[in-house]
């Protein structure tokens, strides 16, 4: 064992990370099989929230008009705020790596994650109060007394197909925000125990390549849903 | 290496692109393009994703396996999305006989499921 190849992790160069496990020989590998981890995870993400798109492209190729009335009992101004509060939230997430990459106070990555977080909880309250629930008063949400209207004709049921991917791939990516809020909480108590520093921020790095992923899927969602089709149309509100 | 920092700048810069772009996206569905309204829309929503994996996800300063396996999704996605897409857009293209479709079996049901 006198002989061995690779200087001891433990008492090597990086000994001041104690994160550093000991199946890693520096804090840079560690970091780098981390990141690799999590983008084979979003690569599973890429196909589940796939499947979904295909089938959508699929019945909406199938069914356009029944698709443009269903796209168009959507409002606009939501869609477009959602998409406004996520890259803001993207950002401010971005600047909470970024503040402990540089060595800054805990004070501010804690800030960073705490907007990260009010954005991400904006979203979902648009989402779930000026949306969801109001559909739900609308009558047009699947399976919750969803009601066929007069000027849909023979559309009827494919519009309602509509809502129901609205609500299906919306609802993932609610769920995905949620899960989200949930790692950012992680990560706030992680930063409030010193557990980062300029050498060892992976989980924030991690963390954030999620984040950033589920703004990705909301940036297809929202033309796919909101605005393919056009709105220049009369029916558009 | 994935140690590079990102400049502020650059932060700043990307955010405000993907708001104008935003805004970009939602103004053209207003104008009347054609079957362009679905292509200008697909491309601004490929052109955010761009910018969002490049900088906040870091992937312009991080090389080697992880492209790989970001390459390989998309690689992936287009399986799925063309083999899908090539049967579904082309069933109608061979007609097929009446006695093919399910509907000859469906007089047989009521004997399967006894």
């Known amino acids: 064992m006198a002989e061995m190849a690779h200087p001891s992790p433990e008492h090597g160069h990086e000994s001041h990370v104690p994160e550093l496990v000991h199946q890693f020989e520096t804090v840079e590998q560690q970091r780098e099989a981390g990141t690799l981890g999590m983008w084979l995870f979003l690569a599973t993400e890429v196909l589940f929230f796939g499947g979904m798109f295909c089938s959508y492209l699929i019945y909406r190729s199938l069914h356009p008009q029944a698709f443009e009335i269903g796209s168009h009992l959507l409002e606009v101004k939501f869609g477009a705020t959602n998409t406004a509060v996520l890259i803001c939230s993207s950002l401010s997430m971005a600047m909470a790596i970024y503040s402990a990459q540089t060595g800054k106070s805990k004070k501010t990555v804690i800030l960073f994650l705490v907007i990260t977080i009010l954005l991400g909880l904006a979203f979902i309250g648009v989402k779930l109060y000026f949306e969801w629930y109001h559909d739900y008063l609308e009558h047009i949400v699947p399976g919750f007394g969803f009601q066929y209207r007069r000027e849909w004709g023979s559309n009827g049921p494919m519009v309602q197909m509509f809502m129901v991917f609205y609500f299906a791939m919306t609802g993932v990516h609610a769920l995905h925000m949620v899960v989200g809020v949930g790692i950012l909480t992680a990560l706030i108590i992680m930063a409030a125990r010193d557990r980062f520093s300029p050498q060892y921020y992976a989980p924030l790095d991690i963390s954030g390549l999620y984040w950033h992923f589920v703004d990705i899927i909301w940036i297809f969602l929202f033309p796919l849903l909101y605005l393919v089709g056009g709105r220049y149309m009369s029916g558009g509100r | ?114």
């Open chain 2, 1 to 114: 290496m994935s140690e590079h920092i990102v400049p502020v700048k650059v932060y700043i810069g990307v955010w405000a692109g993907l708001l104008v772009l935003t805004g970009l996206t939602t103004g053209a569905a207003y104008i009347d393009l054609g079957v362009f309204n679905t292509v200008v829309a697909l491309a601004i929503a490929v052109a955010k994703m761009t910018l969002v994996v490049l900088f906040f996800m870091h992937v312009k300063y991080t090389p080697g396996i992880p492209r790989i396996v970001m390459v390989a999704a998309v690689f992936w996605l287009a399986i799925m999305m063309s083999l899908m897409l090539a049967d579904e857009l082309t069933r109608h293209w061979t007609p097929v006989a009446h006695s093919w479709g399910a509907g000859v079996l469906l007089p047989l049901l009521p004997h399967v499921l006894r």
